[in-house]
């Protein structure tokens, strides 16, 4: 069983659409995020969920919208798309907010705005 | 605010060769210490750990030990395979600004060459 798992894998969109990404956990874990992985590889936190809550918004822009309706689910979906979204976004998990607590990552959305 | 520094890449071994991949923070507070791998068209996976000064992570070979004094956490390895070639990332959470999702270095590729 995949611990955290994200659809779709791949996403080719033209810019303007509007696309989302899922993400689902089955670790009983309280806290989710997404985190942002440009060209260069570099990952940065975009939004963090305690229990359905928004915890951590970093300065994304409001074209991202998260939606999480339940513990285990954590959406993100996007509108207006950009060439400048493509990137590859992870979703992950984690028990508890807890700074000794490992985050489990899903298998990450290669989305491609052309 | 929290930072990960660690050198930057691509590293290139052959098989066998010892490996140190150089890691350095920032932190307000009091930081968990953790070491990410990203194997090719994967994400990312909790290599290992430390959680208080002096701990040591180790796993699958690799070790790497909470040195609060130099505010570092080099990763080693004695022996690397050709299996071993990834992505590694550097990263730290902080329990005392409460700012518990990962922030983690820019990343360093390794290739290990048979």
């Not at chain 1, 229990?51 to 998260?66: A, D, G």
């Not at chain 2, 010892?18 to 507070?29: D, K, R």
């Not at chain 2, 699958?60 to 690397?80: C, I, M, Q, W």
């Amino acid at each position: 069983d995949t611990a955290v798992s994200q659809t779709p894998k791949y996403l080719v969109t033209q810019m303007g659409n509007d696309k989302s990404i899922k993400c689902e956990q089955n670790l009983g874990h309280d806290t989710m995020y997404w985190y942002k992985q440009d060209s260069k590889k570099f990952l940065k936190i975009m939004f963090s969920y305690n229990n359905k809550e928004l915890i951590i918004n970093e300065t994304v822009p409001n074209r991202f919208s998260p939606k999480s309706p339940d513990k285990a689910h954590l959406n993100l979906h996007i509108n207006s798309l950009e060439l400048g979204d493509s990137a590859v976004y992870f979703c992950a998990s984690s028990k508890g907010g807890g700074s000794s607590t490992e985050a489990f990552f899903g298998q990450g959305t290669r989305l491609t705005v052309v | 605010g929290n930072s990960v520094t660690q050198m930057e890449g691509p590293v290139t071994l052959s098989e066998e060769a010892f490996l140190t991949i150089n890691c350095t923070y920032t932190a307000t507070g009091y930081p968990s210490l953790f070491w990410y791998v990203q194997y090719p068209g994967e994400g990312l996976q909790l290599l290992l750990k430390a959680t208080k000064a002096d701990d040591k992570g180790s796993n699958k070979g690799f070790e790497a030990t909470y040195r609060k004094e130099t505010t570092s956490f080099h990763l080693e390895k004695g022996s690397v395979q050709v299996s071993d070639s990834a992505v590694y990332f550097c990263a730290l959470t902080d329990s005392v600004s409460g700012n518990t999702p990962l922030v983690f270095g820019k990343g360093t590729r390794l290739s290990v060459i048979a």
